[in-house]
């Protein structure tokens, strides 16, 4: 009876240090809901440039800010939900939105995504934009790995699936929006669900 009670001990120490030291109050909905969110500003920005612009963007053109005003609504919208969802579950574990180990995921998670948004708009500035989907999917998958060890580390395998899709997608440069849709909107609305059921419910 003892060693079992021990053992019930070990676990139970072994879990609070576990929630110490990641942030785990994540939302699996505003996975899902940040999916959807791509999907509807993908299908805007393709009837634009299907319409509008005879399927090519110009990168001083009216349709490119359009498109550009389009996915900033999308990473906006996914933002203010992300931390809508996020403090409601907070609220509800009884567990702080704001400590040190939020902080510390929030700052890993932001270096590599910072850093590709820099070098996009870089390499954006000098008339090159066949690979923008591409990297895009990189370094949003570098910086979900690298926060990873900060929240539940299942966030780490939908950075590779963005990873690989970011790589495939500069193989590929013609497919880039198609494998953008795919990592940004599919692939979040599935982990999101899949998130839901496993931590939400």
């Not at 676990?11 to 996975?31: A, C, H, Q, W």
């Not at 440039?49 to 389009?70: A, E, P, Q, W």
């Not at 850093?115 to 990297?135: D, E, P, R, V």
């Amino acid at each position: 009876m003892e060693s079992k009670d021990y053992l019930k001990d070990l676990s139970e120490i072994k879990d609070l240090m576990n929630k110490s030291s990641r942030f785990i109050s994540l939302s699996g909905l505003s996975g899902i809901l940040a999916g959807t969110y791509a999907l509807i500003g993908a299908a805007i920005a393709y009837w634009l440039v299907t319409n509008y612009s005879y399927g090519t963007l110009i990168l001083d053109g009216k349709i490119f800010r359009l498109v550009m005003l389009d996915l900033c609504l999308v990473a906006f919208l996914s933002i203010i939900t992300g931390i809508i969802l996020t403090t409601r579950k907070a609220k509800k574990n009884n567990t702080k939105m704001w400590d040190a180990t939020s902080k510390r995921l929030v700052i890993n998670f932001l270096i590599p995504l910072v850093a590709g948004g820099l070098y996009i708009l870089i390499i954006l500035s000098n008339g090159k934009y066949g690979q923008t989907g591409g990297l895009m999917l990189i370094f949003y998958g570098l910086a979900l790995v690298n926060a990873s060890k900060y929240s539940i580390g299942d966030i780490r395998y939908l950075g590779y699936i963005e990873i690989i899709l970011g790589l495939i997608a500069t193989l590929f440069p013609g497919y880039g929006f198609w494998l953008w849709v795919l990592g940004f909107g599919v692939m979040h609305i599935v982990y999101g669900t899949w998130m839901h059921f496993k931590y939400d419910k």
